[in-house]
Nanobody, 115 residues
Framework: QVQVVESGGGLVQAGGSLRLSCAAS????????IGWSRQAPGKEREWVAS???????NYADSAKGRFTISRDNTKNTVYLQMNSLKPEDTAVYSC?????????WGQGTQVTVSS
């Protein structure tokens, strides 16, 4: 059993930055990849970025060059640094921790980017 909790969302102006955190707890030794997804009103959930246990990162095209995902295995925490934010980035951002058997989701954190 794994629990994940996101934090760091908020309201920012276009061009601003936010740093999201995803803290995992429980049987964290089972976790492999951790990722971030987002869902805007009226849209499907969209994968944003993921990072492996060893630190290999992957990004959606919309995130490349602006977002950076990192992982601190000692703290069982993953971060998503978001720079140069755009109104199109407005969404609920959710963290997911993957084991081979299951994907565990956090509650989500709201990111709102005003123009």
């Amino acid at each position: 059993q794994v629990q994940v909790v996101e934090s760091g969302g908020g309201l920012v102006q276009a061009g601003g930055s936010l740093r999201l955190s995803c803290a995992a707890s429980g049987t964290t030794f089972r976790i492999n990849d951790i990722g971030w997804s987002r869902q805007a009103p009226g849209k499907e959930r969209e994968w944003v970025a993921s990072i492996s246990r060893g630190g290999a990162a992957n990004y959606a095209d919309s995130a490349k060059g602006r977002f950076t995902i990192s992982r601190d295995n000692t703290k069982n925490t993953v971060y998503l640094q978001m720079n140069s934010l755009k109104p199109e980035d407005t969404a609920v951002y959710s963290c997911s921790a993957d084991t081979y058997g299951r994907r565990y989701w956090g509650q989500g954190t709201q990111v709102t980017v005003s123009s």
